[in-house]
T-cell receptor, first 109, second 117 residues
Framework: KNEVEQSPQNLTAQEGEFITINCSYS?????LHWLQQHPGGGIVSLFM???GKKKHGRLIATINIQEKHSSLHITASHPRDSAVYIC???????????FGTGTSLTVIP | GAVVSQHPSRVICKSGTSVKIECRSL??????MFWYRQFPKQSLMLMAT?????????EQGVEKDKFLINHASLTLSTLTVTSAHPEDSSFYIC?????????????FGPGTRLTVL
């Protein structure tokens, strides 16, 4: 079983919809990271979380350390949000990323 | 910011040739750099971790003699695919490690698409 699980694997939404992507992990972590990979392949770091909640524009990321769960929310989704969203964790004492399988998001105009 | 560049972005080569990919951290020093390989519609697969001035640590199943990694400075790591074959065709991504607010994170390069004919 993968140490980092993401759901859903694929997601299609209408423009303007509120989107939630979930990530669960089974190991002790020092941080959880949300990444965005565009069709061209480049990867952008969206958030690094160790507790609570962070917001950047229309993106919100939350983490519940006790439940070992994080969510990424996109408000007022737009076609340019279409990308693969990847959850990754760094374990306590390490610097290696452990990745979820990714969520492919398509936002339809 | 934390910008990582990768060069070339795309390379096509003949079978049997060697290809070198460069990864540079442009505005910070990276003690550790990571090399990943990604197949279509799959997640990133860690190939090796390189630390400046020392030998790279390869993941199980990755041939160190085929994928030569050099981390010559705190801002440059190179991956050389030696005697490339069509099965080496893939998307290769590097990242540079940075410590922020007491936590290790990584910043990714834009990737290199390698096609071996």
């Amino acid at each position: 079983k993968n140490e980092v699980e993401q759901s859903p694997q694929n997601l299609t939404a209408q423009e303007g919809e509120f989107i939630t992507i979930n990530c669960s992990y089974s190991v002790g972590i020092s941080a959880l990271h949300w990444l965005q990979q565009h069709p061209g392949g480049g990867i952008v770091s969206l958030f690094m979380l160790s507790s609570g909640k962070k917001k950047h524009g229309r993106l919100i990321a939350t983490i519940n350390i006790q439940e070992k769960h994080s969510s990424l929310h996109i408000t007022a989704s737009h076609p340019r949000d279409s990308a693969v969203y990847i959850c990754a964790v760094t374990k306590v004492g390490g610097n290696q990323f452990y990745f979820g399988t990714g969520t492919s998001l398509t936002v339809i105009p | 910011g934390a910008v990582v560049s990768q060069h070339p972005s795309r390379v096509i080569c003949k079978s049997g040739t060697s290809v070198k990919i460069e990864c540079r951290s442009l505005d910070f020093q990276a003690t550790t750099m990571f090399w990943y390989r990604q197949f279509p519609k799959q997640s990133l697969m860690l190939m090796a971790t390189s630390n400046e001035g020392s030998k790279a640590t390869y993941e199980q199943g990755v041939e160190k003699d085929k994928f030569l990694i050099n981390h010559a400075s705190l801002t440059l790591s190179t991956l050389t695919v030696t005697s490339a074959h069509p099965e080496d065709s893939s998307f290769y991504i590097c990242s540079a490690g940075k410590r922020e607010r007491g936590t290790d994170t990584q910043y990714f390069g834009p990737g290199t698409r390698l096609t071996v004919l």
